[in-house]
C-alpha cells in the first residue's frame, strides 16, 4: 500500500537528526549543573570531566527511542545506526578528537542497550 505516515515522519526526523540535537541540548543540559557542582570539589579537577558527550549519546538514544514509541514504531537497529552516522559526521566536520567521537558513541551504545533491555523486559 505505501509508507504509514507516522513512519515516514519518525524516519524523516531521524535522518534531518532530530535525536542528535535533542542529545545535544540535554546532555549540556545534564552537564552543566553537574560540572558546576564537581568543580567546587576539592579532589576534582577538569580533567577528571574528560568524556562529557557519553551524556549526550545517551540522550541520543533514549530520544531517538522514544520517538518511535511515540509514533507506534518499533525502533529497530536502523535507529542508533543513522544516530553514530550523524554522530561520525558532526565530528568529522568540526575536527573533534577521537575520544570526543568515542565517548558520543559509548553514550549512544549503553543507551541503545538500556532501552533493549527495558524493552525485553516489560
Not at 504509514?4 to 535525536?19: D, E
Request: charged fraction near 10%; include cysteine; charge should be positive.
Amino acid at each position: 500500500m505505501g509508507i504509514p505516515m507516522k513512519a515516514f515522519f519518525a524516519y524523516t526526523l531521524l535522518l534531518v537528526g532530530m535525536p542528535v540535537f535533542v542529545g545535544m541540548f540535554v546532555g549540556s543540559f545534564v552537564m552543566r549543573p553537574l560540572s558546576r557542582i564537581l568543580d567546587r570539589l576539592p579532589r576534582i579537577e577538569r580533567t577528571h570531566l574528560q568524556f562529557p558527550e557519553v551524556f549526550n549519546g545517551l540522550a541520543a538514544a533514549v530520544a531517538g527511542a522514544v520517538y518511535f514509541r511515540v509514533c507506534g514504531l518499533t525502533p529497530n537497529l536502523i535507529v542508533p545506526l543513522i544516530i553514530a552516522a550523524w554522530v561520525s559526521l558532526y565530528c568529522i566536520a568540526s575536527h573533534q578528537h577521537l575520544p570526543h567521537w568515542l565517548s558520543w558513541l559509548a553514550g549512544l551504545v549503553i543507551g541503545w542497550l538500556a532501552m533493549v533491555i527495558t524493552v525485553l523486559a516489560a
